[in-house]
């Protein structure tokens, strides 16, 4: 056990919350872990270190661990552009290309506001990415990513009309700050927010090959289930991610809600979680970098990140003025359901009573979920379900879950934070913080044998500028994008194919297939040409340039 050597508590009135088991483990000196804390109106009332910083060195994590924590970044990045917006210095309706003049004429207009609100259609970069065939562990400019970007020539859907969280809008923002500010984000937020407020340890990393002093390494499991791997990243892209911080001084930032330093003050706070809206006018669960929800019957402003084996949750209950942090270094520590029951110890009574039958009772039948697979409308994910042993259980991006009744015909996909609500006989709802999809059972044989045949061939995207290679290989159909690592295709009914991140739909012509679409979660209706049929050569994956070595 680690832990009473970087346990710090301060509690009022002499209470004390035994959080140690919700986190038992990782209190071992052979195991990543977490830095945590709980904040009471930016005051630290308890924070306690669980496992190793870095596993190689024999190093714990304390309270002074510096951790990257992903996409909890954003709102540092929204609160850059709304400092320069206050003062003027940009409009949050202006067109994105007043700033960023070599993305797209997409025809409607994208402006900043749009970005900031994940409302502006622009497909995901690094969805993009890896779709191209490449390693997100590889290195990356800025550069590269607006060349990616300005080849694009479709938006998954009109801008203002929906909300699709893409990180390509926050990256943007990011660029726009260096524009209008004539300097880095990086410098920018040290000017104006973090060294103000004292948040010595907090920074965008912008060069991976900097040394930060006590940051915590990244992990995953090991394959073989023995101890764990380093979950590399060399990337210095920011906007969408990439800040580093400690605990301490999340709690500083914390504290703005409640008593603001900042120029504006309370406005600049009030601003900085108003939720955007739609063109319709409904109103979005998601304001500047910060999402917007109810836990029994308390509001929440929170954003969880993540990035390589970083797991990062900042869940605000701002009527009660009580923050829980959870800063972790691998993948499988769910930070948002450990902060979740971190606020719950603390707020005790002030929470609703957990309603009863919302769960499914002894006795009680879940609702039926037809096995099969399901797609959602845009063909980006597909989720099966399939019965195993009398078990009903959930293929999700390559991975198998467990699905667990939840009550009122919903189920509990693992423990990823998923749930799946039948929505139907052939319907189901893919629902997170993140996601409601509507996925409608699939139609149509599956083809099989030598019928695979006909979609061997080489196809090519100008807007990914990557060639798939479409072969068989064991009585299986294979995609190989570029030189990157080989998919497996696995039929879905018709033309519909499942890759566990993308899903492919061939397109037919005459009856011949000619093409194909593809879709991932963020990225939807990026176009494959046909150029050559037949099997092709696959060239091995180490002759790839973009292997990482």
């Not at 052979?30 to 804390?37: D, I, L």
């Not at 995901?124 to 550069?143: F, H, I, K, P, Q």
């Not at 991610?241 to 914390?254: E, Y």
Request: charge should be negative.
């Amino acid at each position: 056990m680690v832990s009473g050597a970087c346990t710090r508590d301060v509690q009022e009135a002499g209470t004390a919350l035994d959080i140690d088991p919700l986190f038992a483990a990782w209190d071992r000196d052979e195991t990543p872990g977490c830095a945590v804390g709980l904040v009471r109106g930016g005051e630290p009332l308890l924070v306690r270190c669980y496992g190793m910083a870095d596993l190689e060195h024999g190093v714990q994590i304390t309270p002074d661990t510096v951790f990257d924590i992903g996409s909890t970044s954003k709102q540092f990045t929204a609160a850059c552009i709304l400092l320069l917006a206050r003062e003027g210095r940009l409009s949050l309706d202006d067109d994105v290309r007043k700033y960023v003049s070599r993305l797209p004429d997409f025809g409607p207009t994208i402006t900043v506001r749009h970005l900031v609100h994940h409302t502006s259609g622009l497909r995901d970069y690094l969805a993009l990415t890896v779709l191209a065939g490449r390693r997100l562990e590889n290195d990356y400019s800025e550069e590269e990513v607006v060349d990616l970007l300005s080849r694009q020539r479709r938006l998954d859907f009109r801008p203002g009309t929906r909300f699709g969280y893409s990180n390509s809008g926050y990256f943007l923002l990011g660029e726009i700050v260096r524009t209008v500010a004539g300097s880095s984000l990086r410098s920018f937020s040290e000017e104006r927010i973090f060294g103000p407020l004292g948040m010595t340890h907090t920074r965008f990393r912008d060069d991976f090959k900097e040394l930060i002093p006590g940051r915590a390494a990244s992990y995953s499991p090991a394959a073989d289930g023995r101890g764990f791997h380093d979950a590399l990243s060399l990337w210095d892209v920011v906007g969408d991610g990439a800040v580093f911080t400690t605990v301490g001084d999340l709690a500083i930032w914390d504290r703005q809600f409640y008593d603001c330093d900042l120029p504006g003050g309370a406005d600049f706070v009030a601003q900085l979680c108003e939720p955007g809206r739609l063109a319709s006018g409904k109103p979005l669960d998601y304001a500047f970098g910060l999402m917007l929800s109810s836990h029994r019957g308390c509001r929440t402003v929170q954003h969880g990140g993540s990035w390589a084996g970083f797991r990062a949750q900042v869940m605000r209950f701002p009527d009660q003025h009580v923050t829980a942090i959870v800063l972790a270094n691998v993948v499988t520590l769910d930070p948002s359901a450990r902060a979740t029951e971190l606020a719950e110890l603390a707020l005790g009574d002030a929470l609703e009573p957990i309603a009863i039958g919302t769960g499914t009772q002894p006795g009680e039948a879940p609702a039926p979920l037809v096995p099969g697979a399901y797609c959602d409308r845009a063909a980006t994910r597909i989720i099966e379900v399939v019965e195993a042993d009398g078990a009903a259980n959930a293929c999700l991006g390559g991975q198998v879950f467990p699905l667990a009744p939840a009550g009122g015909g919903r189920y509990r996909v693992g423990e990823v934070g998923i749930e799946l609500e039948v929505a139907g006989p052939d319907a189901v709802r893919l629902r997170s913080a993140a996601l409601n999809e509507l996925h409608r059972r699939t139609t149509g044989d599956r083809p099989s044998g030598d019928a695979l045949g006909a979609y061997e061939g080489a196809y090519r995207s100008p807007e990914l500028d990557v060639t798939y290679t479409v072969y068989r290989d064991g009585g299986a159909l294979h995609a190989r994008p570029g030189y990157g690592q080989p998919l497996e295709l696995r039929p879905a009914g018709g033309d519909l194919f499942d890759a566990g991140f993308p899903v492919l739909r061939f397109r037919r012509r005459e009856g011949r297939v000619v093409g194909f679409v593809l879709g991932a979660g963020r990225a939807a209706s990026i176009r494959f040409s046909r150029v050559t049929r037949g099997r092709q050569p696959v060239t091995p994956p180490f002759l790839s340039r973009n292997r990482a070595v």
